[in-house]
Structure formats: structure tokens, C-alpha cells
């Protein structure tokens, strides 16, 4: 089990008494019982390893992809940062992760223009992966990726890479060449990863129209929480979610603006002017949000705990670290947060910290000793 030094327990202690003094609650009524629960003295730290769901990888050839296609920043300026394998390790080592899930970021291999290259990209990365894992299976786990919008390509990949390269799931990005995923056109691609009860990472990217709506700011800040919500909004209104139950979607950020939006969707699927919106109307907004599971990339702190726990339980809750993308003050910020988590008793704060990612992946409970 992770011992943490005297140094981060006295940095979490920090991070709790800080998100304190600012507030971690603002929106929970005097009356809520989940306020009441928060304010029970003497939480202890979480401890135990961690499980990141939400960490990316760079190979060079995807790198050099991205130089030769002209691009020196992603999404509207954010940096690219530099990767290694020995660097993971020892981001890792630092903030106690047992096991580290690699999937690449946005934009993917949609920033290539040619098809037959996204999938000679995608097949690279998911072998570079596969590498990782075999020769670390207690250490590493990853997601495919795939080189849409072509969906037979896709479905070619999916097979390769989970039967073949034994990889843990698929990432897929919010949209894809401005289209979004309850487009009919992925409905194949749904009805696999059904059949397969698939994992499938769901990762914001920006939107079509961002130079419109960005206000010249990069995409993770402001777009990414909000194509995250249009996604999902799309695929409920389409069904898709419903008529594939058995595949395991994980949501980056804490659900990125979903949270705030969840009840305003159910009241928009009762509305008779809306001509494709849910069967089942607000019951089953209720049950598809309910049913997701979401990452706390970014968002490990008591706040977004407790809107989260509006939509979905504690067992639909597991961590994300955005490494390498997350500069690391903010990654130890968000680490300490998850650490110092208040509301929980032990076997939900640990269950966000590693046994919810347990579960989601099997594996791992199997591979990593003194996981229980």
C-alpha cells in the first residue's frame, strides 16, 4: 500500500484548509444532508494508491505527426508538453498512482487530413501502448484509439486493438470532424463496443466552430467542459446510450458542464416541440447520467464531489491526474484534493481513489498486490 511522506500529508492538509476558507461548497442548501455530512470533523487523508483513468501519452511519431502537420500548440494554444515513459514513472512514483491508464489526447489523429494516414497513426499509438503495457501490465493500461470519423476503419481497429493488442478500452473524442457521437453514422460503432461491454473513455475535444465561440482562449478552459455536455446531450437524445447499456463510458472532468446542465436536459426531454428526444423522457436522462462513470481530472474537490453526487453514486467516481497536460503544481493540487476529500466515509473515499477503476477493469484488482 502507498505510505504517503510527512511532506504530502502536511500539502493535503493544506489543500483541504484552503478549499475551506474559499468555500468548497457554495451551492449546498443549510438543510442538505449532504452538507451536514460534510461538516463532520476529523476525515482522515486518503492514503491508499490510486488508479489514473485520465493521463496521456506522446509517442515521437505522434509528435512529429503534429510538427510536420504545422502544429506547434493544440485546441487554440494550449502547449504540447514533452513525454516519456520514464517521466510517467516517475510522475507516478510521486504522487503514489499504482496504475496509470494511457490514452491519447486531443486532437487525436483528426488533425490528419488524409485517411489512410489516421489510420496508420492510430495503429502506431495503440502499438506503442500495447508495448507499455506488456512489458508493465502492474504499472500501465490504455485505451485505443481510433481513426474516426471512417467507421469501418474504426471497427477494424477496435478489433485489432482489443483482441489483438489486449488494450483495456477505447478513447473517443466528443466529436468527430464536427460530428457528434449520436450521429447515425456511429451507431455501428456503439453497437460493437455494446457487444463487447467495452470501456469507453470519452475525451472533450474542441467543437467545430470553436474559432467563433472560442474568445481567442484555448479550448480546455471553457469549450472542452461544453462540447463534453453536447456529446452527451446528443447521444441521450438519440438514444444510443440506451439502446447500448452494457458499454462503460467514462466522463473526463467530472462531467465537465453536465453536472450543471443534468436537470435542465431532463426538462428539455419532456418538451413535445423536440421531435428526436428520449423515450423515456426525464426517468431516462436520470438513469443514462446515473450510469456514466466520471474522472476527477482537474476537479478533485469537494464541490464537484457533491454535484456529481446529484447525478450518479460514489461507485461511479474515479481519478484522473491530465498528466502530462496539467502542469504539476496543478497535478499535486489535484492529487492533495483527492486525498483530502471530505464527506466520504473510508470505503468511498478509497473506492474513488482505486476499487471504482477496479471494477471498471478487472485486471488490474488481479495484477496489483495489496489491492484489496
Not at 104 to 110: A, D, F, N
Not at 184 to 204: G, K, M, N, Y
Not at 308 to 313: A, G, H, N, P, Q
Not at 345 to 366: S, V
Amino acid at each position: 500500500m502507498y505510505k504517503m511522506s510527512r511532506r504530502e500529508i502536511l500539502a493535503v492538509t493544506a489543500t483541504a484548509a484552503a478549499t475551506t476558507v474559499m468555500g468548497g461548497q457554495p451551492y449546498a442548501s443549510a438543510n442538505d444532508p449532504h452538507e451536514q455530512e460534510q461538516k463532520r470533523p476529523g476525515n482522515p487523508l486518503c492514503s491508499c494508491g490510486l488508479v489514473d483513468v485520465h493521463a496521456h501519452y506522446l509517442p515521437p511519431q505522434y509528435t512529429q505527426a503534429l510538427s510536420d502537420a504545422g502544429l506547434v500548440t493544440l485546441d487554440g494554444g494550449f502547449p504540447i508538453p514533452a513525454w516519456s515513459e520514464t517521466a510517467t514513472l516517475a510522475h507516478m512514483a510521486e504522487h503514489g498512482i499504482e496504475t496509470l491508464m494511457l490514452s491519447v489526447s486531443s486532437p487525436s489523429v483528426g488533425f490528419l487530413e488524409n485517411q489512410a494516414k489516421r489510420v496508420e497513426l492510430a495503429r502506431h499509438v495503440n502499438e506503442f501502448a500495447a508495448d507499455i503495457v506488456r512489458r508493465n501490465p502492474q504499472k500501465f493500461g490504455a485505451f485505443a484509439t481510433l481513426p474516426l470519423s471512417d467507421v469501418d476503419d474504426s471497427l477494424a481497429e477496435i478489433c485489432y486493438a482489443l483482441d489483438e493488442l489486449g488494450l483495456d478500452g477505447v478513447v473517443v473524442e466528443t466529436n468527430s470532424d464536427g460530428f457528434y457521437l449520436g450521429y447515425p453514422r456511429f451507431e455501428p460503432i456503439f453497437a460493437e463496443l455494446d457487444r463487447r461491454s467495452a470501456v469507453l473513455f470519452l475525451h472533450p475535444t474542441s467543437p467545430a466552430c470553436f474559432e467563433a465561440v472560442g474568445l481567442g482562449r484555448p479550448a480546455p478552459f471553457i469549450e472542452f467542459p461544453i462540447d463534453t455536455a453536447r456529446t452527451l446531450t446528443d447521444l441521450i437524445f438519440a438514444g444510443t446510450l440506451t439502446r447500448y447499456p452494457n458499454i462503460k463510458v467514462i466522463v473526463s472532468h467530472a462531467g465537465g458542464a453536465l453536472p450543471a446542465l443534468a436537470q435542465r436536459i431532463g426538462f428539455a426531454s419532456e418538451l413535445p416541440l423536440l421531435k428526436n428526444r428520449p423515450a423515456g423522457g426525464a426517468e431516462e436522462v436520470r438513469r443514462v447520467l446515473q450510469s456514466l462513470y466520471y474522472d476527477l481530472a482537474g476537479s478533485a474537490n469537494d464541490a464537484a464531489i457533491e454535484s456529481l453526487r446529484w447525478i450518479t453514486s460514489t461507485s461511479h467516481i474515479v481519478f484522473g491526474s491530465d498528466f502530462p497536460f496539467t502542469p504539476p503544481p496543478a497535478v499535486a493540487a489535484n492529487v492533495n484534493g483527492m486525498r483530502a476529500l471530505k464527506g466520504l466515509t473510508g470505503d468511498e473515499h478509497e473506492a474513488i481513489a482505486r476499487t471504482n477503476a477496479h471494477a471498471l477493469f478487472p485486471r488490474l484488482k488481479q495484477q496489483i498486490p495489496e489491492a484489496s
